[in-house]
């Protein structure tokens, strides 16, 4: 008998001692409205299945979302950054992109604005820099949210080696 057994077949992996699960029995009701929690190795829930989504910790944190917002939460199930954002994606290296208003910009692991929530697409980093949309026009920013220039041969590097 497998750990997920009783778990829906949307558990993910383990990520920091915790895998997130849907108890929502949606194989056999699919009209389900979904219960996100985070099991243990023993399949022991650890954080009540409260969540509409989630996503695996990452850096300690993990992105969930309760009543249509995103915030975050710690591997005990507190609240570390408040329910405030119309999507959130996982930490890494300390940044994670938020949006908010159909804008894109990234917070730190206290909840700081990090880089302006005013870019009109999803961007991700590589080598410290990220391609950003705004107001019709394409630029690259560097982890603090200001203007980067790319030289040739990194750019090269950039398209050639692909997203960190």
């Known amino acids: 008998m497998s750990l ?5 077949a949307s558990a993910y992996d383990f990520s920091e001692g915790l895998a997130c699960v849907d108890v929502s029995e949606r194989l056999r009701n699919p009209d389900h409205k979904a219960a996100y929690g985070f099991v243990d190795r023993e399949g022991n ?13 990452h850096e300690g944190f993990a992105a969930v979302k309760l009543n249509n917002k995103w915030g975050f939460i710690d591997t005990k199930g507190n ?14 290296r300390g940044l994670a992109l938020v949006q908010l208003n ?3 910009g990234s917070i730190d692991m206290e909840g700081n604005t990090i ?8 961007y991700f980093f590589a080598y410290g820099r990220a391609l950003v949309h705004l107001d019709g026009k394409y630029g690259y920013i560097d982890t603090k949210g200001n203007k980067a220039a790319m030289s040739a041969s990194e750019a090269e590097r950039y398209f050639r080696e692909g997203m960190e």
């Open 102 to 104: 159909g804008k894109y």
């Open 4 to 8: 997920f057994d009783r778990f829906d």
């Open 45 to 57: 829930i650890k954080i009540p299945a409260i969540y509409d989504a989630a996503y695996a910790f």
């Open 115 to 122: 880089i302006a929530v005013i870019y009109d697409l999803p």
């Open 79 to 92: 609240t570390a950054i408040s329910f405030t954002y119309d999507s959130a994606d996982s930490f890494t």
